[in-house]
């Protein structure tokens, strides 16, 4: 493996799958300010002409900023603008958009806050909540911004301090229905509304604002016509929040309910049968290593099945370095859910798993850990290492959770060094598992299933004396830590 590849300074970002579309409509005093700025943030500018009568194509042609230009010779609005935005987004292959007005109104140096809040939160719509209190703006701005405010609430349950603000990152993935989003300032709401009917996740963050006086501004927002339809669009969604949302909603609550009880009772049975089939196998004859093998294929294929087979979960696996499990190695693996085992179990029959007490005496499956050759080490490995080896040497490799226990939040918590001590003295290579999705589908304080995804990605082994990883167990532990958070990120970028 190459140094760079461990190399944090080298740490993965959404920067290079998100552009930045600045919709515009005779803002020449301003839009070239906007676009500079915004270069100085993201290289990836797409700027929308919705058929300005003033300089700015011309503007445009002059500037001196690379960007990529949507331009049309009739006014269609706002939301005509942002659609042909999104539409070049995904022509272009961005996953992520920052839309920003061009009128000045917002800072292109707030950009990293939309970065980062993205980053702490994969697959949600970023938000900026502008602080319009103090401002130089209209008591009907004011009362707009809290109007739409309440009747977003209303359609979707959703409480956002600013529904109106033109300053957003919107995962292009998950934008529902576009087809159906009216063309004037109105469809900034419906662009909102439509996702958090389908499940999207928004987060609110504080931005800054800029508001010229007001014989500087130049606003195209007519009050009257605008206003009223505006009013007639959160009749028409509070008609679809009734008639479409919460029919939805109840469905999904009812295949949920559906899915856990089916794949409780799935495991359940499962469970019961393979145990009373271990107590007759292992209780009738002599034991033998064969027919603990014997029990590991069952397991694998078992596995196998169930991970590629889970209700309302598309499961993918990837192992590019075609890693091979016949001879012993160390398995390391982030920790996330319940299900974790099971998805590290279908890799290879040639594997025993650390595990903690708590798994060594679970109710329901700890006699199949047991007749498995699972091992507990929550008193660490030392005392258990003679037993380790002996299993390593009749061909079985040795998964291990380092972070010892499941993350509340999927995030890659502090390693121990059990895997790496065991590396070390035994000369074991080790092969980095990553394991994305398992516990958003089944959370570590939930019992019940979610909808969704989950990814298993195989990394090339990496020498058990490494010196790039440390010349000891000790270093050797951080520096892993280190890695699987800068690769963990960049899978989690990928499969939101």
């Known amino acids: 493996m190459e140094h760079k590849k461990r190399d944090l300074a080298d740490a993965p970002s959404i920067l290079d799958r998100l552009c930045v579309i600045i919709p ?9 300010d906007v676009v500079a700025r915004t270069y100085n943030y993201s290289k990836n500018i ?7 009568t003033d300089s700015t194509l011309e503007l445009l042609h002059t500037c001196q900023t690379p960007f990529t230009l949507v331009s049309y010779n009739v006014n269609r609005g706002k939301g005509y603008a942002l659609i042909e935005g999104f539409k070049k987004a995904r022509e272009l292959g961005y996953d992520y958009a920052i839309t920003i007005d061009s009128d000045g109104q917002h800072y292109p140096e707030d950009i990293p806050l939309f970065v980062e809040a993205e980053e702490k939160n994969l697959g949600s719509f970023i938000i900026g909540s502008r602080t319009l209190e103090n401002k130089d703006i209209s008591k009907g701005s004011l009362f707009a911004n ?5 009747w977003f609430f209303i359609q979707t349950g959703i409480s956002l301090p600013d529904t109106q603000t033109g300053y957003r990152l919107y995962p292009l993935k998950k934008l529902k229905w576009t087809s159906l989003v009216t063309s004037r300032y109105e469809s900034e709401l419906e662009l909102l509304v439509f996702p958090a009917w389908h499940g999207a996740r928004m987060v609110p963050i504080d931005v800054n604002v800029f508001y010229p006086t007001r014989e500087e501004r130049v606003s195209h927002f007519r009050p009257g016509l605008d206003f009223f339809r505006i009013s007639i669009l959160n009749t028409v ?11 939805r909603k ?22 019961s049968l393979l145990t009373l089939f271990c107590l007759l196998y292992f209780n009738i004859g002599p034991d033998s290593h064969k027919k603990r093998y014997t029990l590991h294929k069952i397991l694998y294929r078992l596995s196998g099945f169930i991970s590629r087979n889970i209700p309302g979960v598309k499961f993918s696996l990837s192992n590019p370095h075609n890693v091979d499990f016949s001879k012993p190695k160390v398995l390391i693996c982030n920790h996330q859910s319940h299900l974790d085992l099971m998805f590290t179990m279908m890799l290879t ?18 006699k199949i850990i047991k007749y498995a050759e699972f091992y507990p080490v929550t008193e660490g490995v030392e005392s258990s290492l003679e037993h380790i080896e002996s299993l390593v040497n009749r061909g079985y490799s040795v998964l291990v959770f380092p972070e010892g226990s499941r993350s509340a939040d999927c995030r ?3 390693f121990h060094k059990g895997a790496f001590y065991i590396s070390e003295l035994l000369k074991l290579d080790i092969v980095p598992i990553f394991l994305y999705g398992a516990g958003l589908v089944l959370p570590k304080k939930l019992f019940y299933l979610r909808k969704g995804k989950v990814h298993v990605e195989v990394h090339a082994p990496i020498r058990w004396n490494d010196m790039e990883m440390g010349e000891n167990f000790k270093k050797r532990t951080r520096a892993y830590e280190r890695y699987y958070k800068r690769e963990f990120k960049r899978i989690s970028i990928e499969q939101a």
């Open 349 to 366: 029959p040639n594997l025993v798993i650390l595990t903690n007490n708590w798994v060594w005496n679970n109710p329901f499956y700890g």
């Open 237 to 247: 969604l509070c008609f679809g929040a009734l008639l479409y949302a919460l029919p």
């Open 412 to 414: 890659i918590q502090r």
């Open 146 to 150: 809290k109007f739409s405010n309440f």
């Open 46 to 52: 797409i700027v929308v002409n919705d058929g300005s």
């Open 24 to 32: 515009t409509y005779n803002n020449e005093k301003t839009l070239l």
């Open 250 to 271: 109840l469905l999904l609550f009812i295949r949920t309910v559906w899915y856990t009880l089916f794949s409780f009772l799935f495991f359940l049975t499962g469970v």
